[in-house]
């Protein structure tokens, strides 16, 4: 499988202008509206959005599970959109690793914790001292060395969650998709499942991309990806406060390549924003108002409110 030699601007995981449609008897069912999408090399990103918002069909076809209709999909420099069957198998095999919401998906319940661990890389041809040793090396990084005997039956959600992220991680991915993670954990578990997830990021510089419905997972990371309608619509960042005391979170707004965004739904509802809305370039901001008269406050001149763009 041959990877494209230059990724855009250097960045894991590029998509521009993202197109995915489904036919459905007679009718075309439209996922993904032209999304953009960067994470960077090494990042831990979580991707959150509603059912129906297209977060599934994105995973599935960063995942190298399906093929975008329209649009750049970039992993790793491999061109998801140009692929055939035999480097989309060999894609999801070596480039990218999954962990499933499902705890029992993700292992093979009648091999213990080593040999589940060890089977990609079997699999893959490596020979078996290798295979041994990084088996032993990630089990040790996620904290169940100590039971890599066990059948997953014989361990808790969380423990089996930590043994899918060595086996994701078995043949050393660039990406590692995590799709739904905690959702069939404890807030306890949820919270070391992270815990692992930051410090394998850390450690083995695997880039990590969250897939979830539930904001407060969401908060574990630093960067959030909110998904509306089918594009990207907001992020929020998380950093340190200089200090290093307290974490601040700020939202964006996403702003796409031909200028569109989407307008978070709280701020459309109070405003009782419809169809269209009304502009005013400041000098280090812009103005929207509904299109309709307003009661006091700030408001766009007279000059500044035509309906039809001025020619200057």
Known sequence: MKALDVQADGALVVCENLVKIYKVADLEVVALQGLDLRVERAEVVAIVGASGSGKSTLQNILGGIDTPTAGKALVAGHDLA???????????????????????????????????????????????????????????LVGMWERARE??????????????LAVALANEPALLLADEPTGELDSQSAAELFGALRWLNDQLGVTVIVLTHDPLVSGEVGRTVRIRDGRTATETLRRRTTDGLEVVAEEFAVLDRVGRLQLPHEYVTALEL????????EQDHIG????RPTNGGSRPRDDETQDEPRDD
Do not use: C, I, K
């Open 274 to 281: 419809e169809r269209r809305v009304r502009l005013a370039l």
């Open 82 to 140: 140009s692929m055939g069957p035999r480097e989309r198998t060999d894609y999801r095999r070596r480039v990218v690793g999954f962990v499933w919401q499902q705890t029992s998906r993700n292992l093979l319940p009648y091999l213990d914790v080593e040999q589940n661990v060890e089977l990609p890389m079997l699999l893959d041809g490596l020979a078996r001292p290798r295979r041994l040793a990084r088996t032993r090396d990630l089990l040790r």
């Open 288 to 291: 929207v108002w509904p299109d």
């Open 151 to 164: 059948r997953p039956e014989h361990l808790s959600g969380g423990e089996q969650q930590r043994v899918a």
